[in-house]
């Protein structure tokens, strides 16, 4: 892997990443030399100064006088009301997300301060802002630890949760900030895509986003649709039977995985076995592939999704985890169908399948504000991303103390369990000095095994996993405490600072004596964005620490992502395996991890666009019913004598009204079809590149295909169902006539494909074919 590029070097050659935010720097100086004129003014002065600024935001270049005068007043007002006075460094950043950037602040430098003198300089300017978050705590966290600050500058804020009434989420959409996680903005903007009257909507307002962890929210989850599902009539597939039979299959006898570990298939003799067991059928005839395909989800379950790592089983329910936070996905779930089979698999009673109402991808939510700006502690790695994807530009600020932390070197074993002795005698040595640490680890499993072993050998631990996540904020808080010891699963979004000494500070000379905080990784994560947000836990604002990573060649980074090459030297070297060497393999199947993801983000991209298009044009035309009478005139277009009966028998309002009730039933199902043929046809689009068709392509052409005439069906369909009705009919409810919306709808995330896009198979089969064949790299 190619050594990062210096930032000087990065500036001048104007790689992504390397904005200079230095033009806002003489802005800073004004806003210092402001200070004791503000500090001199009475809370109401502050406000009414607050008040007469007049300067415009989400451009590139600030005006300076009024953009000064605001950072003066709004640093007086925070020192005022939550005792933190903003550093330049801080006034910077705030600067930097004003002009509708990403910004890049270590761990520990006070984004949420920056991000809440963002929003109300927004604010100050006229705008609608919403700081968007990645879970509820951060919301309600940051909102009600700013109140006061907002309050001061005559800004009005309000935060949103999963839980949140519909009425409170209306109201908090008309306050000047918003803080709400992505998700649940997401889930609103669904909800209202199918109310039929203003006063129902809660109405998100699009103009301005300051998203923190920009990275995470932005490349890592904008591939993630969030999904609005509607209760249907069918009932939940049968999958115990299917289980049973799966449970009963015998490794490399019956089935195989790939080396990928994404695919699990049934060989021949296994085929056999299953056949013979069912009576002698043959699974491939069409009546009985219906339990061919839960076979295949059942196989899946067993195999490639696993317990407290993929998931949680809690109060009788699967519960998903998010891997890349270590956190419960609360509202997150697989397809219908393998959700199905791993409920089976943990003998679970088995949900009934819901239908799709409509999904939207985060991208595709966050591209609709008018400025977007961000923050993180590793956004300059995804910069390139975030300008191809968001056209939004990022720089770093530098942090306010010099960094003392000491990243030593990678410490890379050959086996699980060598690394896991090293991590203890590591972990035991450092608890004796009285030194805090704290360990990343990937997975729950991990993390209570680990805490296991340590408790064996008599090492008090602290663990934090998605089974305990309510208690975060005090296991978190509490990491920094003289000899703690704390295991952790993705500790990144956690939101709460390690202090050295514990909350409180007191222990702070005795744990700076000692080293300040020690953070171990178990291993590498798939990104190196996720590495850094773990080390940048310890050396906080200029405080001691140091960080440590181990690795196994056994890893699953490692046995993923490497070529074949690769798993042969490493097989026939074994321990005589140079260091330099197994440090190359280990940045190299790290590098391999992080273009795939950016692939995967690439094709979801592609793939959606159409599907953005044409949800566009359907809302575009919704809001049209709703607000105009184009419903009636495309009616009476088709079934001119009889709308002109109705009219006459009950009048044009009612006759209205029903026409207009009926178009937007008819136009909701009609574009929830078209989304169920959208899917099957991407299912099978990978088939087309062996024609020498390119599937993205061929894709776009067939979605346009399908869309062609919707409108003219949806008429179609509204209109018959017109011509039945008698007078008396029109008025009456929609349901006494048989049109029957879901009894219940909710809301949940899904990914792109969690077991394996077969195109995405195809695509790595051709990868390794040409870099064995081809370049003979394997």
Same mark, same amino acid.
């Given at each position: 892997?190619?050594?990062?590029v210096?930032?000087? !070097?990065?500036?001048?050659?104007?790689?992504?990443g390397?904005?200079?935010?230095?033009?806002?720097?003489?802005?800073?100086?004004?806003?210092?030399?402001?200070?004791?004129r503000?500090?001199?003014?009475?809370?109401?002065?502050?406000r009414?100064?607050?008040?007469?600024?007049a300067?415009?935001?989400?451009?590139?270049?600030?005006?300076r006088?009024?953009?000064?005068?605001?950072l003066?007043?709004?640093?007086?007002?925070a020192?005022?009301?939550?005792?933190?006075?903003?550093?330049?460094?801080?006034?910077?950043?705030?600067?930097?997300?004003?002009?509708?950037? !990403?910004?890049?602040?270590d761990?520990?430098?006070?984004?949420?301060?920056?991000?809440?003198?963002?929003?109300?300089?927004?604010a100050?300017?006229?705008r609608r802002?919403h +700081?968007?978050?990645?879970?509820?705590?951060?919301?309600?966290r940051?909102?009600t630890w700013?109140g006061?600050?907002f309050?001061?500058?005559?800004? &009005?804020?309000?935060?949103?949760?999963?839980?949140?009434p519909?009425?409170d989420?209306?109201?908090?959409?008309?306050?000047?900030?918003?803080?709400?996680?992505?998700?649940?903005?997401?889930?609103? +903007?669904?909800?209202?895509?199918?109310?039929?009257?203003?006063?129902?909507?809660?109405?998100?307002?699009?103009?301005v986003?300051i998203?923190?962890?920009?990275?995470?929210v932005?490349?890592?989850?904008a591939m993630?649709?969030?999904?609005?599902?509607? &209760?249907?009539?069918?009932?939940?597939?049968?999958?115990?039977?299917?289980?049973?039979?799966?449970?009963?299959?015998?490794?490399?006898?019956?089935?195989?995985?790939?080396?990928d570990?994404?695919t699990?298939?049934?060989?021949?003799?296994?085929?056999?076995?299953?056949? !013979?067991?069912?009576?002698?059928?043959?699974?491939?005839?069409?009546?009985?592939?219906?339990m061919f395909?839960?076979?295949n989800?059942?196989?899946?379950?067993?195999?490639?999704?696993?317990?407290?790592?993929?998931?949680?089983?809690?109060?009788?329910?699967?519960?998903l985890?998010?891997?890349t936070?270590?956190?419960?996905?609360?509202l997150?779930?697989?397809?219908?169908?393998?959700?199905?089979a791993?409920?089976a698999k943990?003998?679970?009673p088995?949900?009934?399948?819901?239908?799709?109402?409509?999904?939207?991808?985060?991208?595709?939510?966050l591209? $609709?504000y008018?400025?977007?700006?961000?923050? =993180?502690?590793?956004?300059?790695?995804?910069?390139e991303?975030?300008?191809?994807?968001?056209?939004?530009?990022?720089?770093r600020v530098?942090?306010?103390?010099?960094?003392?932390?000491i990243?030593?070197?990678?410490?890379? +074993?050959?086996?699980?369990?060598?690394?896991?002795?090293?991590?203890?005698?590591d972990?035991?040595?450092?608890?004796?000095?009285?030194? #805090?640490?704290?360990?990343?680890?990937?997975?729950?499993?991990?993390?209570?095994?680990?805490a296991?072993?340590?408790?064996?050998?008599?090492?008090?631990v602290?663990?934090?996993n998605?089974k305990?996540?309510?208690e975060?904020?005090?296991?978190?808080?509490?990491?920094?405490?003289?000899?703690?010891?704390?295991?952790?699963?993705?500790?990144?979004?956690?939101?709460?600072?390690i202090?050295?000494?514990?909350s409180?500070?007191?222990?702070?000379?005795?744990?700076?004596?000692?080293?300040?905080?020690?953070v171990?990784?178990?291993?590498?994560?798939?990104?190196r964005?996720?590495?850094?947000?773990?080390?940048?836990?310890?050396?906080? $604002?200029?405080d #001691?620490?140091? =960080?440590?990573t181990?690795?196994s060649?056994?890893?699953?980074?490692i046995?993923l992502?490497?070529?074949?090459?690769?798993?042969?030297?490493?097989?026939r070297?074994?321990?005589?395996?140079?260091g330099?060497?197994? $440090?190359?393999?280990?940045?190299?199947?790290?590098a391999?991890?992080?273009?795939?993801r950016?692939?995967?983000?690439?094709?979801?991209?592609?793939?959606n666009?159409?599907?953005?298009a $044409?949800?566009?044009?359907?809302?575009?035309?919704?809001?049209?019913?709703?607000?105009?009478?184009?419903?009636?005139?495309? +009616?009476?277009?088709?079934?001119? @004598?009889?709308?002109?009966r109705?009219v006459?028998a009950?009048?044009l309002?009612?006759?209205s009204?029903?026409?207009?009730?009926?178009?937007?039933?008819?136009?909701?199902?009609q574009?929830?079809?078209?989304?169920?043929?959208?899917q099957?046809?991407?299912d099978?689009?990978?088939?087309?590149?062996?024609?020498?068709?390119?599937?993205?392509?061929?894709?776009h052409?067939?979605?346009?295909?399908?869309?062609?005439?919707?409108f003219d069906?949806?008429?179609?369909?509204?209109?018959?169902?017109?011509?039945g009705?008698?007078?008396?009919?029109v008025?009456?409810?929609?349901? @006494?006539?048989?049109?029957?919306?879901?009894?219940?709808?909710?809301?949940?995330?899904?990914?792109?494909?969690?077991?394996?896009?077969?195109?995405?198979r195809?695509?790595?089969?051709?990868?390794?074919?040409?870099?064995?064949?081809?370049?003979?790299?394997?």
């Amino acid at each position: 892997m190619r050594p990062p590029v210096p930032w000087w !070097a990065a500036q001048i050659l104007g790689l992504p990443g390397a904005v200079s935010f230095r033009r806002y720097v003489p802005i800073i100086r004004d806003a210092n030399a402001l200070e004791e004129r503000m500090r001199a003014l009475d809370d109401d002065a502050l406000r009414a100064e607050a008040a007469s600024l007049a300067f415009r935001t989400g451009e590139r270049r600030l005006q300076r006088e009024a953009t000064a005068r605001y950072l003066a007043v709004a640093r007086e007002a925070a020192a005022r009301t939550v005792g933190l006075r903003a550093f330049d460094e801080q006034l910077l950043g705030c600067c930097a997300l004003l002009s509708g950037h !990403a910004v890049e602040m270590d761990t520990g430098e006070g984004k949420t301060l920056v991000g809440a003198l963002a929003a109300a300089g927004f604010a100050a300017a006229g705008r609608r802002v919403h +700081v968007i978050s990645v879970n509820d705590y951060l919301a309600e966290r940051d909102a009600t630890w700013m109140g006061p600050f907002f309050d001061l500058l005559g800004v &009005s804020v309000g935060w949103i949760g999963q839980h949140t009434p519909h009425d409170d989420r209306r109201t908090a959409y008309k306050c000047d900030v918003v803080y709400a996680p992505v998700s649940e903005v997401g889930f609103d +903007v669904l909800r209202d895509r199918f109310t039929v009257t203003p006063e129902e909507r809660v109405a998100p307002v699009f103009d301005v986003a300051i998203i923190d962890e920009a990275d995470s929210v932005m490349i890592d989850e904008a591939m993630v649709p969030l999904v609005l599902a509607g &209760s249907s009539e069918h009932e939940a597939d049968e999958f115990d039977h299917a289980t049973a039979l799966v449970e009963a299959l015998v490794p490399d006898e019956d089935f195989t995985v790939d080396a990928d570990q994404a695919t699990a298939s049934l060989t021949d003799d296994g085929l056999d076995r299953l056949e !013979a067991k069912l009576g002698g059928i043959n699974l491939y005839d069409v009546e009985h592939l219906g339990m061919f395909t839960r076979i295949n989800l059942a196989l899946h379950a067993r195999v490639l999704v696993h317990r407290d790592v993929d998931y949680l089983v809690a109060h009788g329910k699967i519960t998903l985890i998010n891997t890349t936070r270590g956190r419960v996905a609360h509202l997150q779930r697989w397809p219908d169908g393998l959700h199905a089979a791993l409920e089976a698999k943990e003998h679970l009673p088995v949900s009934a399948p819901g239908v799709i109402l409509d999904q939207i991808t985060i991208q595709d939510l966050l591209l $609709q504000y008018k400025t977007t700006a961000g923050m =993180s502690g590793t956004i300059t790695a995804v910069a390139e991303e975030l300008i191809e994807f968001y056209r939004l530009p990022a720089g770093r600020v530098e942090r306010h103390e010099p960094n003392q932390r000491i990243d030593t070197p990678d410490i890379i +074993v050959l086996t699980e369990e060598a690394k896991t002795a090293a991590i203890i005698s590591d972990v035991t040595t450092r608890h004796q000095t009285g030194q #805090p640490v704290l360990v990343g680890t990937q997975s729950v499993a991990e993390s209570e095994a680990l805490a296991a072993r340590l408790d064996a050998t008599g090492v008090p631990v602290r663990v934090l996993n998605a089974k305990n996540d309510a208690e975060e904020a005090e296991i978190v808080a509490r990491a920094g405490e003289y000899g703690a010891v704390t295991i952790s699963t993705q500790i990144s979004g956690r939101g709460t600072d390690i202090r050295l000494g514990g909350s409180d500070g007191r222990d702070r000379d005795r744990v700076v004596k000692a080293g300040g905080l020690a953070v171990i990784a178990t291993s590498r994560y798939p990104s190196r964005r996720l590495d850094a947000q773990l080390r940048g836990r310890a050396g906080r $604002q200029g405080d #001691p620490g140091v =960080s440590c990573t181990f690795l196994s060649l056994d890893d699953d980074v490692i046995q993923l992502h490497a070529t074949d090459r690769i798993v042969t030297r490493i097989h026939r070297e074994q321990s005589t395996l140079p260091g330099v060497t197994r $440090q190359k393999i280990a940045d190299q199947c790290q590098a391999i991890a992080e273009s795939q993801r950016t692939d995967r983000h690439r094709a979801t991209w592609v793939y959606n666009r159409a599907i953005a298009a $044409q949800r566009t044009a359907v809302l575009a035309h919704r809001e049209e019913i709703i607000d105009s009478s184009v419903a009636d005139g495309r +009616v009476r277009d088709l079934i001119a @004598e009889h709308w002109q009966r109705l009219v006459d028998a009950r009048g044009l309002a009612r006759v209205s009204e029903t026409t207009r009730a009926v178009a937007l039933f008819y136009l909701d199902e009609q574009w929830v079809s078209h989304l169920t043929v959208l899917q099957e046809i991407r299912d099978g689009i990978h088939l087309r590149a062996l024609g020498g068709e390119k599937p993205a392509d061929e894709f776009h052409r067939l979605a346009l295909r399908e869309f062609h005439g919707f409108f003219d069906r949806t008429y179609r369909e509204v209109a018959d169902f017109i011509a039945g009705l008698s007078p008396d009919d029109v008025g009456r409810d929609l349901t @006494e006539l048989g049109l029957r919306r879901p009894s219940a709808t909710w809301t949940y995330m899904v990914t792109d494909d969690p077991y394996g896009n077969p195109g995405d198979r195809f695509i790595r089969r051709v990868g390794r074919f040409v870099r064995s064949t081809i370049l003979n790299l394997e």
